[in-house]
């Protein structure tokens, strides 16, 4: 199996360029090694090939009257000659035969002693006539028949040390591996700094990818982008043109969202305010018939009992209101309460349209997610399902929790969500507000809350029309939060 690290095509440009000229270097070379061995070899051969031709050319002139008289002495000194004569061929023996392969004389007495026949194991070693280089046994072998008036009166067998020659091809070979290894390793080392040099500007890039990742898009420093040229300073140009205007967009889609927070909570206001001003009018009324007819007993009662409910009435609203709005900077964790106070603020979107309230808190206990900030979420979420319903129909909150997260479900009956919002709030990736849609900041706000608490959001079907939008938020590890 191979992993990251060893898979060629995982590794960075600056590894395999440097490596793809190293492939070709040794290509490139073990071509060129061959065909300058081959060369050397075959002139090495030719050459040889011209001195033995030239040597036993030489043999047979002088031998010829020898053999003819079968002087062997006169023989003996002509090898002895010849030798010194063709010191360059290195013969390391050579052997003349009358007719019938007798040996006549021989540099090598002891081995081939005259008088005696050549041993055929020997003959077949030699050619017809010319040279033969048995580089395996470091020798070369060369015969010559000696002929007088067509008449064919010996031979004349030598053998050549062929060894400087082998090791002249050793020394040649050794020395263009060393010069071709030396000569990639300087390609490769160029190779490599180019190659860095030519990708710094990518790096550059990725680097500042990298970081808008965690943030707002960093645009690229000016004196960077004056330091390159030609395509990359375009690019980086380019980029930074892109990271404004995302940026900018951003700013915008904050700015925006914060509005449309502002208008809803203006619209809560207004609403509390309705419901504020209810009891009021009661309580004041109370306060009449106590001033009138206070002396009455069922008067003073009745009148307390109402202006308890009153009073009652606007303590649960303010406290609601205040639970939801006030600073949560300790983090408090979310109760079940929490999430119940949030029909008290959306009672008077309700009581307006006149909308059936279906509700299901399931939650118990304190749960580890921030209180307020899922308040916020799950209540832009029921301010957005009341605006999109029409009125006399229904919109329901169910609230259920296992050992990993909290899910909140919020139905309307509106027509159903757009194709391109849905997409939005359900792929984690798609990072443009929605722009051009009220509802969209409110639920541009609902997403980034649940992305910040590492939360989903989805949008299944409903088969009764309307939309039913989901909120899954994995509950905060206890650990990891006192370990940072």
């Known amino acids: 199996m191979f992993t990251a690290a060893t898979k060629p095509l995982s590794w960075p440009i600056t590894v395999k360029v440097p490596m793809l000229v190293v492939l070709l270097m040794v290509i490139v070379s073990a071509v060129i090694t061959n065909r300058v061995l081959a060369r ?14 030239a040597y036993l050319d030489g043999l047979s002139t002088s031998l010829t009257p020898s053999v003819l008289r079968e002087d062997i002495w006169e023989v003996f000194d002509t090898l002895d000659r010849s030798r010194e ?32 026949t050549l041993a ?15 580089e395996q046994l470091t020798t070369a072998y060369a015969a010559r028949p000696l002929t007088y008036q067509d008449r ?55 680097l500042h990818l990298d970081r808008s990742t965690q943030g707002p898009i960093e645009p690229i420093a000016e004196e960077v982008v004056g330091s390159h040229g030609g395509e990359f300073r375009r690019l980086f140009t380019r980029y930074n043109g892109l990271a404004r205007a995302v940026n900018e967009r951003e700013e915008l889609a904050a700015k925006l969202a914060e509005e449309e927070k502002l208008a809803s909570l203006g619209r809560l206001a207004s609403g509390l305010a309705h419901e504020i001003n209810n009891p009021l009018g009661g309580m004041f009324n109370a306060l009449d018939s106590l001033r009138r007819h206070g002396d009455r007993e069922t008067v003073r009662t009745t009148s307390g009992r109402l202006l308890e409910q009153g009073l009652a009435g606007i303590r649960d609203l303010v406290r609601s209101t205040l639970a939801v709005y006030r600073d949560d900077s300790g983090r408090r964790r979310l109760i079940p309460s929490d999430i119940d106070d949030l029909r008290l603020l959306i009672e008077p979107e309700i009581k307006r349209k006149r909308l059936t309230l279906h509700w299901t808190n399931d939650l118990s206990g304190a749960l580890e997610l921030p209180a307020a900030r899922m308040r916020d979420a799950v209540l832009n979420v029921l301010l957005n399902a009341c605006e999109a319903s029409p009125e006399d129909t229904a919109i329901s909150l169910r609230a259920v929790a296992d050992a990993q997260a909290a899910t909140f479900e919020i139905a309307d009956s509106g027509s159903g969500l757009p194709p391109h919002l849905k997409e939005y709030l359900e792929q984690p990736d798609t990072a443009v507000a929605p722009f051009g849609r009220r509802s969209g900041l409110g639920l541009w706000m609902v997403k980034r809350l649940c992305q910040e608490l590492g939360g989903s959001i989805h949008v299944p079907e409903k088969g009764d029309g309307g939309t039913l939008i989901r909120l899954v938020i994995p509950f905060e590890s206890r650990e990891l939060k006192h370990v940072a």
Request: with cysteine; glycine share 6%.
């Open 40 to 53: 050397l070899a075959d002139t090495q051969e030719r050459h040889l090939e011209q001195l033995a031709a």
């Open 152 to 206: 064919e009166i010996g031979h004349i067998y030598a053998a050549a040390d062929i060894r400087p020659l082998l090791q002249e091809r050793s020394e040649v070979f050794a020395t263009l591996a060393l010069t071709n290894a030396i000569l990639t390793l300087i390609l490769a080392v160029i190779g490599y700094c180019a190659v860095r040099r030519m990708v710094q500007p990518i790096r550059i890039l990725t």
């Open 85 to 116: 004569r063709y010191r360059g061929l290195n013969v390391d023996w050579a052997v003349v035969t009358d007719g019938n392969n007798r040996v006549l004389a021989a540099t090598d007495p002891t081995r081939f002693p005259s008088d005696r």
């Open 120 to 134: 055929p194991g020997i003959v077949a070693q030699f050619p017809g006539a010319g040279v033969e280089l048995v």
